[in-house]
Structure formats: C-alpha cells, structure tokens
T-cell receptor, first 114, second 111 residues
Framework: DVKVTQSSRYLVKRTGEKVFLECVQD?????MFWYRQDPGLGLRLIYF???????EKGDIPEGYSVSREKKERFSLILESASTNQTSMYLC?????????????FGQGTRLTVV | KQEVTQIPAALSVPEGENLVLNCSFT??????LQWFRQDPGKGLTSLLL?????REQTSGRLNASLDKSSGRSTLYIAASQPGDSATYLC??????????FGSGTRLQVQP
C-alpha cells in the first residue's frame, strides 16, 4: 500500500512565524505535490516537484516555498505565516507514467495561524 | 484553463438507493480522471482512476464512466449505505502532472 505521511494532523502557529510542513512517501514516486483546501474554493495547487531539487509553482505559490532534498520527502515552508494561510494542507505523490498518474494523498494538516 | 464542475454540490438519499454523481470538465485533452472520497477533516482516498482511452472502471459497488468528447464523467454508487456518506471529488490530469479538482459533492446517506 502506498503511504503518504504528513508530519502533523493539527498545528497552531503565530502570525509571522516560519512554519514547516513535512511530507514523506514510501513508494519511490517521482512527483510530489502540496495543495491547500478551503471551503468554497476546493483544492488548489501550491507547488509541485517532479524530481529531487526540482520544483514548479502551482496556482497559488505566493507566501510559500518548498524543499525537496530527498526523493521521498517534500517540505512546504511558510516563510512568515499569516492568518489567511489558515487552511487544510494536503500532500500527494504520484508516479511519472503518463496516463496512469494515480495520485495518493496524505491525511492532511489543519493549520491555524493566530 | 481547465475547469472542473461537480453537480450537485450536496445530496441526501435514503439507504439502499442507487445514485449518480456528475463531473464535467472544460478541456477534453486529459490524460486521466480520478474519483476520490474525503471524510470530514481527513485526506483524500482514491476510489477509481479512468485513463483517457477507457470508458469506465468498476470497483465493488462503484462504477465510474468517462466521455472525453463531451467532457463528462459520472460516478454511480449502487445500493448506497450510511458508510458511503462523505464528500466525493473528481479530478483531471491534463498532463502537467498535477490534478485539477472539482469542488466536490457532499453525500449523506440516511439510515
């Protein structure tokens, strides 16, 4: 079974803090993704990575950065957390095979910025 | 830009009913379409993936169909159960590796 594990289920941080969200997958997938999910807005792509040290901006990258130093780990960084970054964050991974890129998701991290 | 729409946004049915959830997308140039289930406060669980060359996929009481030319997919749930209550999301892969999601259909199955 594919496993995508996010380091925290719930986080509470203060405005201005630097926040790290960690994600690890155990299936040797090339692609990894960070989405955020908000009521009425659905899932929106923040960043994704298709290889170690490679990254591409998604639809809403502002205020975020990412790091992928190892294939199995993809970190989302909030450089200076703000209240509008309060959200559910979801990490996903998928293999590279075109047409069969079934995505697998972690359990989500509910981040509250106060 | 690809847009994915799911109708209805919410649905409540009595236990035992067969039901259909709808998903439409604006750009038919997709690699595949995936249906997910999400329980409250949890991550997404993959239910079915239909490749662009396929017309349908089945898993247990679930059947998903794909009509690329019309930009539509349906998820059919047979003999619904209270345990099926969840939000169902469809998502398309347009080749950029990341998925574009619909807003979901929130399903409540009444015992």
């Amino acid at each position: 079974d594919v496993k995508v594990t996010q380091s925290s289920r719930y986080l509470v941080k203060r405005t201005g803090e630097k926040v790290f969200l960690e994600c690890v997958q155990d299936m040797d997938h090339e692609n990894m993704f960070w989405y955020r999910q908000d009521p009425g807005l659905g899932l929106r792509l923040i960043y994704f990575s298709y290889d170690v040290k490679m990254k591409e901006k998604g639809d809403i990258p502002e205020g975020y950065s990412v790091s992928r130093e190892k294939k199995e780990r993809f970190s989302l960084i909030l450089e200076s957390a703000s209240t509008n970054q309060t959200s559910m964050y979801l990490c996903a991974s998928s293999p590279t095979d075109t047409g069969v890129t079934e995505a697998f998701f972690g359990q989500g991290t509910r981040l509250t910025v106060v | 830009k690809q847009e994915v729409t799911q109708i209805p946004a919410a649905l409540s049915v009595p236990e035992g009913e067969n039901l259909v959830l709808n998903c439409s997308f604006t750009d038919s140039a997709i690699y595949n379409l995936q249906w997910f289930r999400q329980d409250p406060g949890k991550g997404l669980t993959s239910l079915l993936l239909i490749q662009s060359s396929q017309r349908e996929q089945t898993s247990g009481r679930l059947n998903a169909s794909l009509d690329k030319s019309s930009g539509r997919s349906t998820l059919y749930i047979a003999a619904s159960q209270p345990g099926d209550s969840a939000t169902y999301l469809c998502a398309v892969d347009t080749g950029r590796r990341a998925l574009t999601f619909g807003s979901g259909t929130r399903l409540q199955v009444q015992p």
